[in-house]
């Protein structure tokens, strides 16, 4: 049953090209310099995977954005922290106007998740609370489950472990969904520029309920390297880490929305975040409701409560 309902909402939650996880905030770009009074600055961490700035003192929380995505997604959650953290934002390259560097090829996530670790280890952090939203919460999920020693805790909104489960039929492997991955990463990669923006711009209006956020998240989509987007979102659809949640020993919650179908109950989506985490003890699942894909976007108070109570 489970199954059934992954495909037949499928179309409607990830069938655009950029779907998961579109970023906010335009004009952060590259961020090779840090304005002055924006109160933050960059780590000094040399990567070509990704680049990090550090607003704040205090606990460590790291916070990693989406496909597509910048630092700036996370604007609001930073600001009711109130400076009372010290928060590391990732900004991955060939995302939102970066350099691609070392994702210019291959796969994006699964080296970010190890790179992460090195920054860990290398910035002295001592079990940071790790954030990852959408593609951001597959990183996530996979430092914490490789690297189980360096997560103090774990929050991932709005995604699954195997989105291919989306994109094939019941019992749907990695092998069986990398036919699908692979036209779809030729058509984000190379397709018509029009049509690519037409999808991006829908994409958008899906992604996120409040109209006047949406501005940002278009510009740092088109801003973004398509290779390296459409790279890492076949990355996603092939990746089943279902069978590495019973290795995450830090305590997880989920957050995640009801899709936006009218043939789904309440019930189907709980059923289907029930099913997909199951294999991780101990997890605690939380349905937001009135918000799409963007949470921190379209529930920001509801959002920040929820992170702020996480982090005590």
Same mark, same amino acid.
């Given at each position: 049953?489970?199954?059934?309902?992954?495909? #037949?909402?499928?179309?409607?939650?990830?069938? *655009?090209?950029?779907?998961?996880?579109?970023?906010?905030?335009?004009?952060?770009?590259?961020?090779?310099?840090?304005? @002055?009074?924006?109160?933050?600055?960059? $780590?000094?961490?040399?990567?070509?995977?990704?680049?990090?700035?550090?607003?704040?003192?205090?606990?460590?929380?790291?916070?990693?954005?989406?496909?597509?995505?910048?630092?700036?997604?996370?604007?609001?959650?930073?600001?009711?922290?109130?400076?009372?953290?010290?928060?590391?934002?990732?900004?991955?390259?060939?995302? #939102?106007? #970066?350099?691609?560097?070392?994702?210019?090829?291959?796969?994006?996530?699964?080296?970010?998740?190890?790179?992460?670790?090195?920054?860990?280890?290398?910035?002295?952090? &001592?079990?940071?609370?790790?954030?990852?939203? /959408?593609?951001?919460?597959?990183?996530?999920?996979?430092?914490?489950?490789?690297?189980?020693?360096?997560?103090?805790?774990?929050?991932?909104? &709005?995604?699954?472990?195997?989105?291919?489960?989306?994109?094939?039929?019941?019992?749907?492997?990695?092998? /069986?969904? $990398?036919?699908? *991955?692979?036209?779809?990463?030729?058509?984000?990669?190379?397709?018509?520029?029009?049509?690519?923006?037409?999808?991006?711009?829908?994409?958008?209006?899906?992604?996120?309920?409040?109209? &006047?956020?949406?501005?940002?998240?278009?510009?740092?989509?088109?801003?973004?390297?398509?290779?390296?987007?459409?790279?890492?979102?076949?990355?996603?659809?092939?990746?089943?880490?279902?069978?590495?949640?019973?290795?995450?020993?830090?305590?997880?919650?989920?957050?995640?929305?009801?899709?936006? &179908?009218?043939?789904?109950?309440?019930?189907?989506?709980?059923?289907?975040?029930?099913?997909?985490?199951?294999?991780?003890?101990?997890?605690?699942?939380?349905?937001?409701?009135? /918000? @799409?894909?963007?949470?921190?976007?379209?529930?920001?108070?509801?959002? *920040?409560?929820?992170?702020?109570?996480?982090?005590?």
């Amino acid at each position: 049953m489970i199954r059934t309902v992954l495909l #037949a909402s499928a179309c409607l939650i990830l069938s *655009a090209p950029a779907a998961l996880a579109q970023s906010h905030g335009a004009g952060h770009g590259t961020e090779a310099a840090t304005p @002055a009074g924006h109160g933050h600055h960059h $780590a000094d961490f040399e990567s070509g995977r990704f680049h990090v700035r550090v607003d704040g003192a205090g606990p460590d929380v790291i916070l990693i954005p989406g496909l597509s995505s910048s630092p700036a997604v996370w604007d609001g959650t930073v600001a009711a922290l109130g400076g009372h953290y010290r928060v590391h934002r990732l900004h991955i390259q060939g995302f #939102a106007g #970066a350099a691609a560097m070392d994702n210019t090829e291959g796969p994006v996530a699964a080296p970010v998740a190890e790179e992460l670790a090195r920054y860990i280890r290398e910035q002295g952090l &001592d079990r940071p609370v790790v954030i990852g939203h /959408s593609m951001g919460g597959t990183i996530a999920m996979m430092l914490a489950a490789r690297h189980p020693d360096l997560v103090g805790k774990l929050m991932v909104v &709005d995604m699954v472990p195997f989105m291919g489960a989306m994109f094939g039929a019941p019992g749907a492997t990695p092998e /069986s969904v $990398a036919p699908v *991955a692979d036209q779809i990463f030729e058509g984000m990669a190379s397709g018509p520029e029009a049509a690519y923006r037409t999808r991006l711009e829908e994409t958008i209006d899906g992604m996120i309920l409040t109209e &006047d956020r949406r501005a940002g998240p278009l510009e740092d989509s088109l801003t973004s390297d398509r290779r390296v987007a459409a790279a890492a979102y076949r990355e996603l659809i092939v990746t089943d880490l279902g069978p590495e949640l019973e290795r995450i020993t830090a305590p997880t919650e989920v957050l995640y929305i009801k899709f936006n &179908d009218p043939r789904m109950t309440v019930a189907m989506v709980d059923g289907i975040y029930a099913a997909a985490f199951a294999r991780l003890p101990g997890v605690t699942l939380k349905r937001i409701d009135d /918000s @799409a894909h963007f949470i921190m976007l379209d529930q920001p108070d509801r959002f *920040a409560a929820e992170v702020e109570a996480f982090l005590q």
